[in-house]
């Protein structure tokens, strides 16, 4: 089998992520064809990039999706000999912040991380979002910075906004030959040799001699690199301070330990689009990123009991995988990314699905390059692919032996916060629009679909502007519907503060058999967060059994509006204590609608108010200009919670209402000359100010 030629320490899972425009998907493509993936470079800026495969991606030149790929690399050093071929599955992420739930999730499953920056730029907002989700996940990295042959770049400067902004373990390991027009190749410090890259396509690596007007800043530069890796290994630093001399080899394997322990982060340099230097980063991938075990065992629990499992990057440990993305493909239907960590699954086989307690069959396996597909029979321990046809598995769920069930933890998605109304051109399209939008937010776990009971209108919500202008162009695309979207409004929601209570009597005489339905609610409030929560109290049978669903059913269709302004109502508890019944006439239906009567009545008595999302909100700015910063804060009704310190920059943790942060970035990027950059996530619904309040009931805010 595979796994026999490809053992999992030649395993590398790395994803390559960075602010929007710094060259990622070009880095990517240059990668597919070095390690002859592909026979044809793909540009970007000719909309011809591989990975960026759906139309959108390659009109707007951003990557959307991550598109998941295998391909294999011999080090360079190593001349071609297919004994050390390492197997490489590469993720493209996304870099803007709407499309922040493919970065995290790919993270989730990825074992180290190449960053790519600009050259002129240096660290961007994006690329500050994305290093603090690496952070999160404990993912090791290299850096790499790119574009240097552009007019104005700079690695010097580069370098020092990563130790500045980002961290001040990051340690050079190669410098360019030459800037801008004059970029001729890298030197490598800890070889001390100089690399060339030549052939068309800058295919050949050419070692030489490091150029004379060089030697002096390397010999310094070697220097500060050895004495970096050997302050992580105390006989190593002995050695050093003997003055012994410590071996290429030493040193490598001490700057991969200390790599993978997140203590030293190695930066690289060249220019993907001139072909200088991607060779050098696959090699750094081989030699600093993990292999699946190099990593802790991952951990989860058992849904039985709920104790704590440990399993092990090992193919003898029972089948233990997570599904990271779900995608509909044009050619073979639903397609669910996942990871293995443990154990191996084979074709045909049948697995649980932990997370909903549902048995799915592998019936087809597939690795992935962008959008082509290879069959196998296997995965096997530390690998990442896609099955075709499960039913019910959706992003974040377990997958694992039937017989050794296992729950790893969960991606978390914040909550979608805009929503726009959205409507079919034509009749014919309805039904269209339906199974497109159905099939979106299965991929999608921060797009949202839902009906409005009262126009009929279908409500779309997503995590920004832009979010849902790309789901909706997919949808023209993709399952050809063209429609119409309203304005991006606010998700507000309605909740009580007291009690109520009312009786809703419906009686309905006609000529034949009439409706009689009476019952008395108790309505009170729940926990923040505890949503809804129905007590039938009836004693006696004065209302029998077999009506009492009908009344829990005409209170949660209640629930979807609220009486204040018709948002949906939240934290509720509802208690059926009393009503009558007429042993004729009595229907579910006419118990239904008494329920439905009774229940807006006893909201009304019971101090309703309208909630507003709070977003909890990290803005990432220049010392110089936090004061802006947190004044805007207040301006806006928010709440600053803590100012962290981070090499030369604030860290302002606020809540601030949804509703004052439309067009935030913008003022964000005037206010800080484009060096400030924010996340923003859903922290919790809060009632709204009574003047707010009135402007949403008349219909202003």
């Not at 790919?106 to 690496?134: I, K």
């Not at 290994?233 to 290429?248: A, Q, R, T, V, W």
């Not at 193919?315 to 050619?331: Q, S, Y």
Request: proline share 5%.
């Amino acid at each position: 089998m595979e796994s026999k030629f490809y053992p999992i320490e030649k395993t590398r899972n790395i994803g390559i992520t960075a602010h929007i425009d710094a060259g990622k998907t070009t880095t990517s493509e240059r990668i597919l064809f070095y390690t002859g993936v592909s026979h044809k470079i793909g540009e970007v800026h000719e909309g011809a990039a591989v990975m960026d495969w759906m139309e959108q991606e390659r009109e707007r030149g951003i990557t959307i999706t991550s598109a998941a790929t295998t391909c294999f690399w011999v080090p360079s050093y190593k001349k071609g000999d297919k004994a050390h071929e390492y197997r490489i599955n590469l993720i493209d992420t996304p870099g803007h912040i709407d499309f922040t739930v493919e970065v995290k999730r790919s993270l989730r499953v990825l074992d180290g991380a190449v960053v790519v920056f600009d050259g002129v730029s240096g660290v961007e907002p994006q690329s500050e979002t994305n290093w603090h989700y690496a952070d999160e996940y404990r993912v090791p990295r290299i850096c790499f910075i790119n574009k240097l042959d552009r007019t104005g770049a700079s690695f010097d400067k580069s370098f020092q906004s990563i130790k500045d902004r980002l961290s001040t373990k990051a340690i050079a390991i190669q410098i360019p030959i030459g800037i801008e027009s004059e970029l001729e190749g890298v030197v490598d410090l800890l070889a001390m040799k100089a690399f060339r890259f030549e052939g068309d396509k800058g295919e050949k690596v050419v070692e030489s001699d490091i150029p004379d007007n060089l030697k002096a800043e390397c010999e310094n530069r070697h220097a500060e690199l050895v004495e970096r890796i050997v302050e992580s290994d105390d006989k190593l630093m002995n050695d050093y301070l003997e003055g012994k001399p410590i071996s290429y080899d030493d040193l490598k394997k001490t700057l991969r330990k200390a790599t993978l322990n997140l203590d030293l982060i190695p930066v690289l340099c060249g220019s993907a689009y001139k072909n200088k230097g991607v060779q050098l980063v696959l090699d750094a991938v081989v030699d600093y990123l993990p292999s699946p075990k190099d990593l802790p065992p991952v951990k989860g629990i058992d849904p039985k009991d709920g104790s704590d499992i440990e399993r092990h990057p090992t193919d003898e440990e029972p089948f233990t995988a997570l599904a990271f993305k779900v995608a509909t493909d044009p050619f073979v239907g639903t397609l669910t990314f996942f990871r293995v960590y443990a154990g191996k699954i084979a074709k045909g086989s049948y697995i649980l699905n932990a997370s909903k307690d549902t048995q799915e069959r592998a019936s087809r396996i597939l690795r992935m390059h962008a959008n082509d597909r290879e069959e196998v029979d296997e995965l096997t321990s530390g690998q990442i692919g896609a099955l075709v046809g499960l039913k019910g598995t959706t992003t974040g769920d377990t997958l694992c032996d039937p017989g050794k069930p296992i729950i790893l933890e969960q991606i978390v998605f914040p909550e979608p916060v805009i929503e726009q109304k959205i409507s079919p051109n034509t009749k014919a399209d309805q039904e269209k629009m339906g199974i497109a939008l159905h099939r979106l937010a299965e991929e999608d776990p921060t797009f949202k679909v839902h009906g409005d009971p009262d126009t009929g209108e279908t409500i779309i919500a997503g995590m920004g502007e832009l979010h849902l202008e790309v789901l909706v162009e997919r949808m023209k695309r993709e399952f050809n519907v063209e429609a119409q979207v309203g304005r991006p409004q606010v998700a507000y929601k309605e909740a009580i503060l007291g009690n109520g209570e009312a009786q809703g009597k419906y009686i309905k005489q006609s000529g034949g058999r009439g409706q009689y339905g009476d019952a008395w609610l108790k309505v009170e409030p729940l926990e923040k967060g505890k949503g809804f929560e129905f007590v039938d109290a009836i004693k006696g049978g004065v209302i029998p059994r077999e009506f009492i669903p009908a009344v829990e059913k005409g209170v949660k269709e209640s629930l979807t509006k609220g009486v204040i302004a018709g948002f949906p109502i939240v934290d509720i508890k509802v208690t059926l204590f009393d009503g009558s019944y007429h042993d004729v006439d009595s229907s579910e239906a006419a118990f239904k609608i008494a329920a439905s009567m009774a229940f807006q009545e006893a909201v009304k008595k019971a101090k309703p108010v309208i909630l507003e999302p709070i977003m909890k909100v990290q803005i990432i700015v220049p010392t110089e200009y936090m004061g802006d910063a947190t004044g805007d804060v207040s301006s806006k009704r928010g709440k600053i919670e803590s100012i962290d310190d981070r090499a030369n920059v604030k860290i302002v943790n606020a809540t601030v209402p949804l509703s004052e942060m439309f067009g935030y970035a913008t003022k964000l990027r005037s206010m800080t000359q484009g060096r400030g950059s924010f996340t923003m996530e859903f922290g919790y619904y809060e009632p709204a100010p009574r003047n707010l309040e009135e402007a949403i009931v008349s219909g202003k805010k």
